[in-house]
């Protein structure tokens, strides 16, 4: 079966990202929260700690915390990026495929997201704009590395190409879906948060024990939940893109009439 695919609306791909995430909830849902599982462990060996009263090792738990956070988040996103391509182009997608075809772009794609929040952080120090304005340019870097390959200079030059002339329509997607999963993850997290200070007026370590235990409980729950949003929409916009700009619908529809090798050749896929 072919694709066809045209220029969406903005409103059209905010649609489709929400029809996407509807009709396949479990396999992004799932995607997001596998390696979130990792995360909630290591929450509550930080509650263990902190019960131990040992304060060196709950400030050492919670760095190396974030740090893990920091990597499982780009890994589900570009296995959920995989997902979203092929749903977006009629191939079936489960949640070990999508793993599958992203694992060797999934070193790049930390990689990338540390170095280009770095730069996006240093601009955004000196003048807000600038920042805006990288974080805007760069923000198909990640469905690049994961579709076409390339490192950190390939993915973000191909992202500023891409990105060109629709970077506010990207900053109104990316605000709108940023704010919606704040607010969703605000509603989740503070029944938590209430549960944390109730169980731990008892003292001061029991508390930050619970807060440990509580806010991995309703971090690993906001972010199965909603943290696929954005990058679901975002692998859209790739698309979208390549179809206003290369004529990408054109090329799948060629592509389809050639050898399996040469159809995979067009869709920018590394699987």
């Keep these: 079966m072919v694709t066809v695919l045209r220029p969406l609306s903005t409103s059209e791909l905010l649609d489709r990202t929400f029809h996407l995430y509807r009709n396949h909830f479990i396999l992004f849902v799932g995607i997001t929260a596998i390696p979130q599982l990792v995360i909630l462990l290591l929450h509550l060996l930080g509650a263990a700690v902190a019960v131990s009263g040992r304060i060196t090792g709950v400030l050492v738990t919670a760095l190396i915390t974030a740090l893990a956070n920091l990597v499982a988040l780009e890994v589900s996103h570009a296995a959920t990026v995989m997902a979203v391509s092929d749903l977006h182009l009629d191939r079936p997608a489960t949640i070990g495929s999508s793993y599958g075809g992203a694992k060797r772009s999934m070193p790049r794609v930390i990689w990338i997201s540390i170095l280009v929040g770095i730069a996006i952080g ?14 805007l340019a760069w923000s198909l870097a990640i469905p690049v590395t994961v579709l076409e390959g390339g490192g950190l200079n390939a993915s973000t030059t191909r992202s500023k190409e891409l990105t060109k002339g629709t970077r506010w329509r990207i900053f109104v997607i990316y605000l709108l879906l940023v704010v919606l999963t704040l607010v969703v993850s605000f509603i989740i997290a503070l029944p938590f948060e209430m549960l944390a200070r109730f169980l731990g007026r008892s003292s001061p370590l029991t508390a930050l024990a619970m807060r440990q235990l509580w806010q991995g409980v309703g971090n690993f729950l906001s972010t199965s939940l909603v943290g696929p949003l954005v990058t679901i929409a975002l692998t859209l916009v790739y698309y979208d893109q390549r179809v206003r700009r290369e004529g990408f619908d054109l090329q799948l529809m060629m592509a389809a009439l050639q050898p399996g090798s040469k159809a995979q050749a067009a869709t920018g896929a590394t699987n």
Excluded at 125 to 133: A, N
């Design 122 to 135: 240093i601009a955004s120090l000196f003048f807000v704009i600038p920042g805006i304005y990288l974080a």
